[in-house]
């Protein structure tokens, strides 16, 4: 069928992996990509999304950052394998491209618009409350109603919520009846960040490796300082904290409290596939690419695990209950009262952010650049700068996607987009994997080792039903009850035991690689834990990028010129 026409490999290469046919500045050396990594995962997750995490899950949490870091690690090992096969610009789209076909590559290619250019959206904000809290502590006061999004004031305003954002409302200055109410900071920053992916990948990475030393040495001295201050007031017992029933726990509200914690947990580690799309950019992608990928997911899961430790022995777990700013909140003065670590954990927050926002504008353009070389977008979207040699006009249109919903858009909008788009991408990647031919090894390349799946997953599959069934009683009677009221709630867990049987007899007769395997397995298990409205604004999501390609990329498509030809 037309719809799951495929590109070869040899095609793909030849339009921009083989060094010559690109036209981009190859620049990049592991050292660079494991930054770029860095700079993409250590960021807004740990400066915000770290706070309501600790409160749903307590200390255990730890435990959830390792079972993510593990999904994240066997969907980087099948990125690697992809990028070594294919050194080009698109990340997963090109990928999907390759393995399933034209549909799902655009399908992926616009989910991912919701991780790097959506995604961002939130980034701008929360830099904005950093960046503004900082110069507060500056005595830099900046109006509410120029630091606060229209649609954030609205809702406050609207449930009478007390706040920033209610204040923003009632002070805000009328012009024709509209009240002047925007984030003037996030809109700065989203133009600032635009200019330096416009004007070159050099400059961008010089920039982005010296806010990851920065970031780096911040985070470090947290860890230093707030391990000695722990052992210092013996504080040893927020570790261990009460459960309901008064026992000490270091998992007070069981592993299902732990659970809870999956979004934040999951948005923490988003960014590190954002290295895949520096392809082309790449001195050696072959090698580097994977490299890159899995050295920035050991660093970044290690960070996040001392942090979670320094946190929940700091103050106990309950108190980070609706906190934003968790790593500045153990610094104040009912914890460990440290007013000069505060204020620099105020600048290294905005110094993340700030480098997370500029690997996320960078990913974007190449995706458009690449989906843009396949006929899928306008063929402006992969000029190139003959200056800058940058994807110029996509850049410039991806500070636009990124910019202008600021202005009408909120926080919790925009966050429910994020995570379910990165899953979808990281499932279809791994499913790939599994459906390339194996190759031989070649010197210098990274290679994905293959490990039969025949028996090892099903074993696997009955040791966790038994752990399941034998840790959580009652787990499987609550699953599978299917009345009215818990159908809805219940749906995605049993569509994902029903994927189970199916890969258990897949790996058995087709002998299917493990990792891939696991990986794909793993993250469909995290996308079980969104919400239904999630899952509601995904459906249209997609339903708008289908539009868009029946009616423009499917005809243009140069599979389909060439089929015509």
């Known amino acids: 069928m037309k719809l799951f026409r495929r590109k070869p490999i040899a095609t793909i290469l030849k339009e921009g992996g083989d060094g010559e046919h690109s036209g981009l500045n190859k620049v990049l050396t592991v050292k660079d990509l494991t930054f770029f990594g860095i700079a993409a995962i250590l960021g807004a997750g740990s400066f915000s999304s770290l706070g309501s995490a600790v409160f749903n899950g307590g200390p255990g949490v730890v435990f959830l950052f390792v079972i993510v ?16 096969r294919i050194p080009v610009a698109g990340s997963a789209y090109t990928y999907a491209y390759s393995s399933f076909g034209e549909l799902f590559a655009w399908i992926i290619g616009w989910a991912l618009i919701m991780e790097y250019s959506i995604g961002n959206i939130y980034v701008a904000y929360s830099w904005s409350d950093y960046f503004t809290s900082l110069l507060e502590q500056c005595h830099i006061h900046v109006p509410a109603y120029l630091s606060t999004s229209y649609m954030e004031a609205s809702k406050a305003f609207e449930g009478n919520i007390q706040g920033e954002a209610l204040k923003a409302w009632t002070t805000a200055t009328e012009i024709g009846g509209l009240k002047l109410i925007l984030d003037l900071p996030a809109l700065l920053i989203n133009f600032i960040i635009t200019f330096l992916v416009y004007r070159g990948v050099k400059e961008s990475k010089n920039f982005s490796n010296l806010m990851v030393w920065i970031k780096m040495l911040v985070v470090g001295l947290i860890i230093i300082v707030g391990t000695i201050l722990i052992f210092k007031n013996d504080l040893f017992g927020n570790w261990t904290p009460n459960n309901s029933v008064g026992i000490p726990s270091f998992m007070p509200n069981g592993f299902s409290g732990v659970m809870m914690a999956v979004s934040g ?3 923490a580690y988003i960014g590190f596939d954002a290295v895949s799309v520096m392809a082309e950019e790449s001195k050696n992608p072959q090698r580097d690419l994977p490299r890159g990928m899995i050295y920035s997911l050991v660093i970044c899961t290690v960070v996040y695990i001392l942090l979670t430790l320094v946190l929940t022995g700091a103050a106990n777990y309950k108190t980070f209950e609706g906190i934003g700013d968790p790593l500045a909140f153990i610094f104040e003065k009912q914890n460990f009262d440290l007013p000069w670590m505060h204020f620099l954990v105020a600048i290294c927050a905005v110094v993340a952010m700030t480098s997370v926002m500029l690997v996320f504008q960078m990913g974007q353009p190449r995706i458009w650049m690449t989906m843009s070389r396949d006929g899928l977008m306008p063929k402006r979207f992969s000029t190139i700068h003959p200056k800058y040699k940058t994807p110029s006009f996509a850049t410039l249109i991806t500070g636009l996607v990124v910019g202008i919903p600021i202005v009408f ?4 909008f925009v966050l429910d987009f994020t995570s379910i788009g990165t899953l979808f991408a990281f499932v279809l990647v791994c499913g790939g994997v599994l459906l390339i031919p194996r190759r031989e090894k070649e010197a210098g390349k990274f290679h994905l080792p293959y490990v039969n799946a025949k028996f090892i997953f099903s074993g696997l599959v009955a040791l966790s039903i038994f752990l399941v069934a034998t840790f959580v009683p009652g787990f499987f009677t609550e699953t599978f009850d299917f009345s009215s009221d818990k159908l809805a709630k219940n749906l995605p867990m049993v569509i994902f035991f029903i994927l189970i ?9 087709k002998n299917l690689s493990l990792i891939p395997l696991l990986g794909l397995i793993s993250c469909c298990y995290l996308l079980t834990g969104m919400a239904v409205s999630n899952w509601m604004w995904f459906g249209v999501w997609l339903v708008i990028g289908l539009i868009i390609y029946f009616a423009f990329s499917y005809n243009n498509s140069k599979l389909n010129t060439e089929v015509e030809g």
Not at 69 to 84: D, P
Not at 409 to 412: A, F, G, H
């Open 69 to 84: 870091a593990v999904a994240c690690a066997f969907t980087a090992f099948c990125y690697s394998e992809f990028a070594s």
């Open 265 to 267: 947990v999951f948005f």
């Open 409 to 412: 858009t909120d926080k919790t």
């Open 501 to 509: 049987v199916v890969m258990m007899f897949l790996s058995f007769t």
